[in-house]
């Protein structure tokens, strides 16, 4: 059994299937005003070296929700910022707290410290993955549509970390996934690759955003330049252009079909506001479920390494 997560394809259906049920019950119990308590006398420390709304505060809200206690720090503010080595502070903190939850840029980071830090290891957030966010939009898919096998599923945008992880979990969940993202923007070759060697539904990379959206179930957008590639904002417009979700090429897709972004959205270029305020987007169900996905992410590998 492993015990860290960094990435969807280390771990099977079933696993990945059990945290998104248990999230499940957890929403509910908490609206049923039930209250946890399975992380007392539990920390974990919140790593992040980019920036965070969602992620950060439902991580936080999920972990005082089972009655345990966090400790947030940013890497500027840490000595990770003036250069203590990764693995210095991966033993130190290991000594502190019961697990680590890490935004950062390389995947190297993650596996890094999960090498050394002798508690489990969560990712928060990659360049490669964003493995948490992926397993709380699925939670949301299974709500509205009541399954996952078999369903359309369209990303139209830049093969990004969001991408790369909507691949594997396309792999792992035997969902269909149709991508869009204009040449030279395409997802990781390798995660691509080897996702589709193993898929039992069909992985697509495609350039156009009409074929992709096609018929879906479920359309996916994310933002046209991510944290750390700033500097590019302006060159990427010009390129997804035609990759914006409209009414004109949401009408393309089912009917039924609902609108998902992770968020944040930047009105205008990859959604208008139209779409992100209309009937078929769910995005803030879909932010919602993070904090009760974290909840059994933070209980099952906390419990699992006491
Ligand atoms: N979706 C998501 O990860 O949002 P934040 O960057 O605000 O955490
Ligand atoms: N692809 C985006 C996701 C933000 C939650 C980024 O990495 O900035």
């Not at 947030?72 to 903190?93: C, H, I, W, Y």
Request: hydrophobic share 45%.
């Amino acid at each position: 059994m492993h015990k860290h997560f960094l990435a969807l394809s280390d771990y099977n259906k079933d696993e990945l299937f059990s945290w998104i049920q248990r999230a499940v019950t957890l929403k509910a119990e908490a609206v049923a005003g039930i209250r946890h308590q399975q992380l007392a006398g539990k920390t974990v420390c919140l790593l992040f070296e980019k920036h965070s709304t969602r992620t950060r505060v439902s991580f936080e809200a999920a972990m005082y929700g089972l009655d345990g206690q966090v400790v947030f720090m940013s890497a500027r503010d840490s000595q990770l910022g003036r250069g203590e080595p990764l693995k210095d502070t991966a033993r130190v903190l290991g000594r502190y707290v019961h697990a680590l939850v890490v935004r950062t840029f390389g995947q190297n980071v993650v596996e890094e410290l999960a090498h050394y830090a002798g508690i489990p290891v969560i990712n928060a957030l990659t360049d490669l993955y964003h493995p948490c966010q992926i397993l709380s939009d699925l939670m949301t898919v299974l709500e509205k549509k009541g399954r996952l096998e078999g369903l359309n599923i369209a990303w139209i945008g830049d093969g990004n970390n969001m991408a790369n992880t909507w691949i594997e979990a396309a792999a792992i969940f035997g969902f269909n996934l149709k991508l869009a993202c204009p040449k030279d923007y395409s997802p990781e070759a390798e995660v691509l690759g080897r996702a589709q060697a193993k898929a039992p539904g069909r992985i697509e990379l495609l350039q156009d955003p009409q074929v992709a959206i096609a018929g879906a179930d479920v359309v996916n957008v994310d933002v046209w330049a991510s944290m750390g590639q700033e500097a590019e904002q302006q060159a990427r417009l010009a390129h997804f252009k035609d990759y914006q979700l409209n009414d004109v090429l949401l009408a393309k897709a089912d009917s039924k079909a609902i609108v998902l972004h992770c968020l944040p959205a930047h009105r205008g270029e990859e959604i208008t506001d139209e779409v992100l305020e209309g009937s078929q987007s769910e995005v803030f169900d879909q932010a919602e479920n993070k904090m009760h996905l974290h909840k059994a992410l933070l209980e099952h590998f906390i419990l699992q390494a006491a």
